[in-house]
Structures are given as C-alpha cells and as structure tokens.
C-alpha cells in the first residue's frame, strides 16, 4: 500500500482533510485544486486541521491545475472531491495521468458514477458515498467538524472485477475514516442523495447552520419531505434501501423511517451548533451551488417516471432565485419554501 501514488484533485475542506490524513499515514499523496491561494498556502504552511478536540498540521505535495500538464508520473489512485457538476471536466483533466491499471474514485455527493464511468471506464471507476463534516473559508485551513473516528466512507464497483478491488482502496483510504465496501453502490449513493436532499439545500436558503435551519418553524417537517420525494423515487427506479453511514437498524421496508432516521443521525452524530452545510459554504464563497445535482436530480428523475417532487421543485426553485441574485439567502425563505 505504501508505494501506490495517490492524487487528490479538488482539495476544499473534505479533499484536503482526506488528503492529509493519508500524507500522515506515510502514503505517496499529491494534492491538486483549482484555488490558487490554497495550493500556494498548503506549500508552505501543510494542511492544518482544526477538529473539536485535535489540532494538526501536515506537510504535503500541492499542485495548481496548470501543473497537471507538466507531470512525467501516473497515479494508480485518484480520489475525485470537486463539485458534482465539475466531475466530467475534472476526469478529463486527470485520464491522462491516470495509471492504465489505475482507479478513480468520487468521493462526492450526487449520481456522479456514470459520468466518471463514461470518462475513465468502468474498469477504472469506483463509486463512492462520504459522510464528513467539515468546512474551509482560509487556504490551507480545514474546520473539521467529525474527526477521522467519526468520518465514514463507503465504495463499490459497477463491474465484479473493479469491485472486487474496492478492498485495496479501503486500505488507503481508512487512514481517513471508516470505510465500507458495500454490494449496492448505486443505492447505497441514492441513500446520501435523499439525505442531501433533504439538509443542504432547504437549510441553506435560510442562511443559518443546519441545526437553527431545522428548528425553524415548518423546516424540520420540510426537509423530511424533500428527502421522502427522494427516497421514494430511488424505490420507484429500482434502487433498495440500503444501510449507510454505519447505521445498521433501518428497516428496508419502511422508506419514511429511513429518512427520518438519517436525518436525525445527521443533527445528532455529525452536526456542530455552527455546522454549515457545504451548499451555504458555497454561497458564501459567491459560488454556485449542487442544487441541480441534488434536489434538481430527484425532479428530473420523478419527472422520468411520470410524477412530481413538489417539495424538492419548491426548493430548486427558491435555491435558482438566490443564485440569479433575485433573492439573498435568509431566514425570511422558509415562508417561500412552506408556501402552499
């Protein structure tokens, strides 16, 4: 395991917290983003990760994008952390630098698995599902709000051969948290997004953390919604009622409950007071948001199957409108998104 090199491309909060939790674990890690500040800082100062009860700095190999072109190495791993809807351009970016017997791994939110799957090949794609909480508004600083013993991954394959080398990359990556190989990576991927759906997006428009978003009149009610839309729709597409985020007592047969459930293991387990979810993060960057990949998605396919996800239209609608500048996150956008 020590002499695979790996890159991590995209090196926000969650991609430079897992990439210095490796480059501690003595494994050969570059570190590649798009922020030039945070490269040039992470050169200098390491990664420095500020956790509840834990602080660390950790020395590592940063480049910019434009330093892609330049290398003369192959990675036999890449962990893919950007945005979902820069998955395509980000595989493209990295295919050529990718070792012919190599791996890519999206460590995202969002059904990006057949879009890397369509860039790199099934052969080479591993799915992936992430649960950490974590922010960062200076270069080089990661707030990480659930340590490595409270971060969970989980990774499967599209094809029995590149799943049957899921195991491999769990070694690695377990240096950053625990890590399951699950059977279902498709489902396992539809249970995060009905939990997305259901937190980033609705908590978001409100501009507050996700805990004073929930407790907001109307808002906790709202989010079960939004992820119920989301999980029904996955069992209407085919798609099961698997355990993620280690939680092993849901009942595959009662689809409300799962939401319920995970959402609740989201305010209890992995939310500070002061968490912000990563789509308020983004918006106060002046970035846009995953709304389309998330929320957007479950309407798109709900829309497939000939019906309609009313809570998570109300929500794309409301995150469209701050994103245009015609509205500004706040807390005056839960009378919008409980609109009759």
Request: proline share 5%.
């Amino acid at each position: 395991m020590p002499d695979l090199k790996i890159a991590v491309l995209g090196t926000g909060a969650n991609g430079a917290a897992v990439g210095a939790d490796l480059t501690r674990a003595g494994l050969d890690v570059t570190l590649i983003d798009q922020w030039p500040a945070n490269v040039e800082r992470m050169r200098v100062d390491g990664v420095r990760q500020e956790m509840p009860d834990d602080s660390t700095v950790t020395p590592v190999r940063a480049l910019h994008l434009c330093d892609v072109a330049t290398l003369r190495e192959t990675f036999d791993l890449v962990f893919v952390v950007v945005n979902a809807y820069d998955t395509r351009w980000a595989c493209e970016l990295i295919k050529p630098y990718v070792a012919p017997d190599g791996l890519v791994v999206g460590l995202q939110n969002g059904m990006t698995l057949d879009v890397m799957a369509e860039v790199m090949g099934v052969e080479r794609t591993l799915g992936s599902v992430i649960e950490i909480a974590a922010a960062m508004f200076e270069p080089g600083l990661v707030e990480r709000h659930t340590p490595v013993s409270g971060t969970w991954f989980a990774l499967g394959g599209l094809d029995p051969a590149t799943h049957a080398r899921a195991e491999q990359v769990a070694q690695a990556l377990g240096h950053a948290g625990t890590v399951a190989v699950v059977d279902d990576i498709r489902s396992a991927k539809w249970m995060k997004l009905t939990v997305n759906c259901a937190e980033l997006v609705t908590s978001a428009c409100l501009d507050l953390p996700l805990l004073q978003a929930a407790q907001t009149p109307g808002m906790h009610d709202f989010m079960l919604r939004a992820g119920k839309e989301a999980v029904r729709t996955s069992m209407d597409l085919g798609h099961r009622i698997v355990p993620v985020f280690g939680l092993e007592d849901v009942d595959p047969d009662r689809p409300d409950h799962f939401v319920e459930r995970m959402l609740d293991a989201v305010y209890t387990q992995w939310s500070l007071p002061h968490t912000l979810t990563t789509v308020l993060q983004d918006w106060r960057k002046g970035r846009h948001s995953e709304v389309d990949e998330l929320n957007g998605y479950v309407v798109q396919q709900r829309a497939r199957l000939g019906g309609d996800a009313p809570a998570n239209a109300r929500t794309v609608e409301i995150a469209h409108r701050i994103e245009s500048g015609d509205l500004k996150p706040g807390v005056e956008n839960a009378e919008l998104l409980l609109a009759p």
